[in-house]
């Protein structure tokens, strides 16, 4: 039986392909409450000259209208990429409930500046590991 996390953040990851063929970085996130998939972004940093059009940004953006509100205490999200630190302060102020990564960001990650998230929220990260990790490889490959 496939993980429930695993195949979540599946859907992440698709978002990180368009990116991908998009020549953007190749991070996707997506949102789900109560078990149901409600909001999907990808990174667009090129495409929209905003340095703050980060998946995880476009995300929360989109849930706040669509639900009418500055909390999102009931949303977990998923994400190819461990938060940057602007991207883990906008999910703080949120307050989602869960935060699910694929891969940890060793350069720019927002663990590496301690807990910035809020005290309640839950974190587990560690999905579609090698999957995501080829994806950028392969990006950074093509930039260099």
Known sequence: MENIHEGRMYEA???????????EVPIGAVSYIDNQLVAKAYNQVEMLQDCTAHAEMILITSL???????????????????PCVMCAGALKWAQISELYYGIPEPKYGYSLFGNLLHPKTKVFSGYLEQDVQKLMKDFFKNKR
């Open 13 to 23: 990851y698709k978002m990180a392909k368009i990116a991908f063929e998009k020549n």
């Open 64 to 82: 706040m209208e669509r639900f009418h509100s500055k909390y999102l205490k009931n949303v977990s999200i998923y994400v190819t990429l461990e």
